[in-house]
C-alpha cells in the first residue's frame, strides 16, 4: 500500500544535542510537510517543500531544518533542542495540481520527540 | 484570515449512542476544502473525509456521516451507533483551493464508553 513512513517513531534526545527525524513517501507527491503538534494542541504547520521549493513559515524558529534530497525523502533537523521541543512532529504529503489546487494531505504516523 | 472552530472540547457518550461534533469555519475565499481528521491515541492524523465548497450534498459512508451547510458555514461530523474504537481526537480543517495550507479547528476529544 502507498503510504507515508516516519521514523524513528519515538525519539530520545538530550538538551542541545542536534536530531534528525526522517519521512518517507511511497505516494509520488510532489508536497511534503513537517508539523508540530504538542500536547492537547492542533498541529502547527512548521515548513513544507513544493518539488524542490523550500517554504518556510513565519514563525518556523530558526532551529528547524530541513532537507529534501530527492522526491521520496524529506527529513527534519532540530539543531539545539530545547524542552520546548518536546512534541510529536508529523510529516504530511499532498499532490499539487497547479490550477486544480493541492490535493488531500496524507499523514505519517509521527514521531515523539522526547528532550531530556 | 481563515478560521475553523470546534467549540466542543471533549464528549463523552456511551457505546451505541449517536454523537455529533460540530465545526464552524471562517473564510474570505469563494473555493475552499473543509475535511475531517481523526487522531487515536497512537498519534497518526487519519483522513476521514474531504468537502468541496461547491458541493453541498451530505454524504454518509457506513456509521460515519457529515452535513455541510454553506449558509452556517458548518461542517458536522455524525457517527451513529458509536463504539469504543471511535474514541480518538478529531479535527476539522480548512484550506482554500488554490492554496496548500491546512487550518485546523482544536480539535474535539471524544470517549466512548462500553
Known amino acids: 500500500d502507498a503510504m507515508v513512513i516516519q521514523n524513528p517513531r519515538y525519539q530520545v534526545t538530550q538538551f542541545g544535542k542536534p536530531v534528525t527525524l526522517s519521512c518517507s513517501q511511497t505516494l509520488n507527491h510532489n508536497v511534503m510537510y513537517w508539523y508540530q503538534q504538542k500536547s492537547s494542541q492542533a498541529p502547527k504547520l512548521l515548513f513544507h517543500y513544493y518539488d524542490k521549493d523550500f517554504n518556510n513559515e513565519a514563525d518556523t524558529p530558526d532551529n528547524f531544518q530541513s532537507r529534501r534530497p530527492n522526491t521520496s525523502f524529506c527529513f527534519l533537523d532540530i539543531r539545539s533542542p530545547g524542552l520546548g521541543d518536546a512534541a510529536m512532529y508529523l510529516c504530511?504529503?499532498?499532490?499539487?495540481?497547479?490550477?486544480?489546487?493541492?490535493?488531500?494531505?496524507?499523514f505519517g504516523p509521527g514521531t515523539r520527540l522526547t528532550v531530556l | 484570515a481563515q478560521k475553523v472552530t470546534q467549540a466542543q472540547t471533549e464528549i463523552s457518550v456511551v457505546e451505541k449512542e449517536d454523537v455529533t461534533l460540530d465545526c464552524v469555519y471562517e473564510?474570505?475565499?469563494?473555493?475552499?476544502?473543509l475535511f475531517w481528521y481523526k487522531q487515536p491515541p497512537s498519534g497518526e492524523l487519519v483522513f476521514l473525509i474531504r468537502r468541496n465548497s461547491f458541493d453541498e450534498q451530505n454524504e454518509i459512508s457506513g456509521r460515519y456521516s457529515w452535513n455541510f451547510q454553506k449558509s452556517t458555514s458548518s461542517f458536522n461530523f455524525t457517527i451513529t451507533a458509536s463504539q469504543v474504537v471511535d474514541s480518538a481526537v478529531y479535527f476539522c480543517?480548512?484550506?482554500?483551493?488554490?492554496?496548500?495550507?491546512?487550518?485546523f479547528g482544536a480539535g474535539t476529544i471524544l470517549r466512548v464508553k462500553s
Open positions: 480543517a480548512l484550506t482554500p483551493i488554490s492554496g496548500n495550507k491546512l487550518v
Open positions: 473564510t474570505r475565499d469563494t473555493t475552499y476544502y
Open positions: 504530511a504529503t499532498s499532490r499539487f495540481s497547479g490550477r486544480g489546487g493541492t490535493d488531500t494531505q496524507y
